[in-house]
């Protein structure tokens, strides 16, 4: 398997503008997890998904956070408009408590910076 | 909810030297402990974990234990080498909550000299 594969590794944007950042899990993994990692605040959880559905989206920062996942192979973040405070890492996790593999498997990252 | 602390935030070992590093989480429902290496430029990996049930889990140089009753849990690395060098970060969560999610401690720099 080649992994939980994102995408771009590195955006650079200005301000105002929409970004799109993609996450493909692991086949057969029925959690996916958004994660935010800076270096005031660590590693923060933004969203996480069960079968395809949002089961929590209370780590997402404000209205300009969005996030779908809209089949078992595919979810995407969205930010729009785009502001200087969101440049961060972002990484997109997958797990499958079904098979009892409790341990997430991270993403290399998509680094974000607004500009 | 959980929250859980790691100390200390930096760590800097002699190669071959051993390393210790300590989470204290807040849940007593909690029984599931990853904890996760991160190189520069990469996401965390998952390098060993332990469950409630158990006290102590080792896998070759890594080690971690467990105390329930402290709730707390370590990352023991004997005999360090160069390739150690990352950012650790324990977690802890309780799968059979319903949630499977992970809240991750603030990470500790390992940096092990040659």
């Known amino acids: 398997d080649a992994g939980v594969i994102q995408s771009p590794r590195h955006e650079v944007t200005e301000m105002g503008q929409e970004v799109t950042l993609r996450c493909k899990p692991i086949?057969?993994?029925?959690?996916l997890f958004w994660y935010r990692q800076t270096m005031m605040r660590g590693l923060e959880l933004l969203i996480y998904?069960?079968?395809?559905?949002?089961?929590?989206d209370s780590g997402m920062p404000e209205d300009r956070f969005s996030a779908k996942m809209p089949n078992a192979s595919f979810s995407t973040l969205k930010i729009q408009p785009s502001e200087p405070r969101d440049s961060a890492v972002y990484f997109c996790?997958?797990?499958?408590?079904?098979?009892?593999?409790?341990?997430?498997?991270f993403g290399s990252g998509t680094r974000l910076t607004v500009v | 909810g959980e929250n859980v602390e790691q100390h200390p935030s930096t760590l800097s070992v002699q190669e071959g030297d051993s390393a210790v590093i300590k989470c204290t989480y807040s849940d007593s429902a909690s029984n599931y402990f990853p904890w996760y290496k991160q190189e520069l430029g990469k996401g965390p990996q998952l390098i060993i974990d332990i469950r409630s049930n158990v006290g102590e889990k080792k896998d070759q140089r890594i080690a971690v234990t467990l105390n329930k009753t402290a709730k707390h849990f370590s990352l023991h690395i004997t005999e360090t080498q160069p390739e150690d060098s990352a950012v650790y970060f324990c977690a802890a969560s309780n799968p059979l909550s319903g949630t499977d999610k992970l809240i991750f401690g603030t990470g500790t720099r390992l940096q092990v000299f040659p």
């Open positions: 996790a997958s797990s499958s408590e079904g098979q009892g593999i409790y341990g997430y498997t």
């Open positions: 998904f069960n079968n395809n559905v949002p089961i929590d």
């Open positions: 086949s057969g993994h029925d959690y």
